[in-house]
């Protein structure tokens, strides 16, 4: 159960017979946390090769994020300021990467101390959901899924937070009517020391769904001023005090949607019936797969899918290579809803774009996380946590 970070294809080879059968390979940082959770890894070892900074970084996260998860450093010579450097960050020991003896020894002694700690029950299972919405073009209804599917779930007990990461022109805060008194922008004073206390200070809450929100800036050109680091601090932070933290994008790819990208759980991709947003979606798919991100967490939702514009739902699976998980139709009733700062799927269950809403939640969304689906209409206590 050993996650192993290289950017050569033959560290496995190399490490196997130290390691084990048991080993997965990543070639990217990012997709490190990502084995963690779905394998229920408890051994990350960095290849020789990893520039240490980047190691240092990831052993650091995974310290605050999952303790019970060991981080052991390969290097090609040991040298006392890696030493020093790697076991501030967290790293449990280094090991020279042609001493296999030393590396079984220290596997060993991490996977003792992991099974002391708890890992043995299989990833972290203190983390919340991260649910991150996303299309390539404005206009498809990425805010009308995200704050939809968000309230949805807070309305049954699970403890949620959207996230309005349309940095530039987000419009959350003034879909679910709520007063532009905080916003992220509050949050940037607190880069690098954020805590549970100075989130909740900018929070506001959507008392008719019980859902906390963090809005976008109020001036857009504050955006450039909310660094990606604390976008990515934020959502860590986030995840261990909700059950799900629901992100609303841009339609583009900037430096902190990228590093969202890295903490997602599951990525709702929402598509419509043309071309140019199944085109832009094709790209951004293409470039996500390039940056190694999983691409077992994704779920295609087609929105409008009832409108008749010579373009259909199948046309759309075999462009994008994914099967839609949801069609959500077209309803004068979503507009209208936001203007009136209601949530159609809380607001008006019985409503067909409500419906097919809640459908995709309960039986696309919560499944995902090994959670069973509520039964239709019926409120109740989210219980945490099943199994990823
Ligand atoms: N299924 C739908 N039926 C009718 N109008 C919709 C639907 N989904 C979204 N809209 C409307 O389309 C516009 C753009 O939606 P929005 O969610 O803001 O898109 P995005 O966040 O992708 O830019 C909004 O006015 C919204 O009310
Ligand atoms: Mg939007």
């Known amino acids: ?83 020093t450097q790697a076991l501030r960050s967290g790293v449990r020991e280094v090991v020279q990467a042609d001493d296999h003896a030393a590396l079984v020894d220290a596997a060993r002694r991490s996977e003792a101390l992991s099974a002391q700690m708890g890992a043995t029950s299989g990833g972290s299972d203190t983390t919340g959901h991260v649910v991150t919405v996303f299309s390539a073009k404005g206009g498809v209804g990425k805010t009308t899924v995200s ?90 932070l986030a995840r261990t005090n909700y059950d799900y933290v629901v992100l609303d994008m841009p339609p583009s ?19 419509t019936l043309d071309i140019p947003a199944v085109k832009n979606l094709r790209l951004a798919i293409n470039t996500l797969d390039a940056l190694g991100a999983s691409q077992q967490n994704r779920l295609l939702v087609l929105n409008r899918s009832d409108l008749k514009v010579g373009l259909s739902s199948k046309d759309v699976e075999a462009a ?6 949801a069609k959500l139709p077209n309803a004068l009733s979503v507009p209208a809803a936001s203007n009136r700062g209601m949530v159609l799927a809380v607001d008006n269950p019985k409503d067909n774009f409500a419906v097919a809403l809640r459908e995709f939640a309960d039986h696309k969304v919560r499944p995902h996380f090994g959670e069973e689906p509520t039964r239709s209409g019926g409120r109740r206590i989210h219980r945490r946590k099943a199994a990823k």
């Open 1 to 83: 159960m050993t996650v192993l970070w290289d950017p050569a294809q033959s560290a496995l080879d190399t490490f196997r017979i130290a390691l084990g059968d048991d080993l997965d390979l990543v070639a990217h940082g990012a997709a490190v946390t990502r084995e963690v959770d779905n394998g229920g890894h408890h051994l990350v070892v960095i290849g020789p090769d990893v520039p240490a900074e980047s190691a240092y970084q990831l052993a650091e996260q995974l310290r605050i994020d999952r303790p019970a998860v060991g981080v052991l450093l390969l290097r090609h010579r040991l040298e006392v300021a890696v030493l």
């Open 147 to 236: 704050v939809n599917l968000a309230a949805y779930l807070a309305s049954n007990g699970a403890r949620t937070l959207l996230i309005d990461l349309d940095l530039m022109f987000g419009d959350v805060g003034i879909c679910l009517q709520l007063p532009p008194t905080t916003s992220i922008m509050d949050l940037v004073s607190m880069t690098g020391h954020l805590d549970a206390q100075g989130m909740a200070s900018v929070v506001q809450r959507h008392e008719a769904s019980g859902l906390d929100v963090l809005v976008a800036p109020h001036d857009p050109a504050d955006a450039d001023r909310v660094p990606a680091d604390l976008v990515s601090e934020l959502i860590r």
């Open 320 to 325: 994008l290579c994914y099967p839609v998980s």
């Open 253 to 271: 790819m900037p430096e902190h949607v990228l590093g969202a990208f890295d903490l997602s759980d599951l990525l709702v991709l929402v598509s």
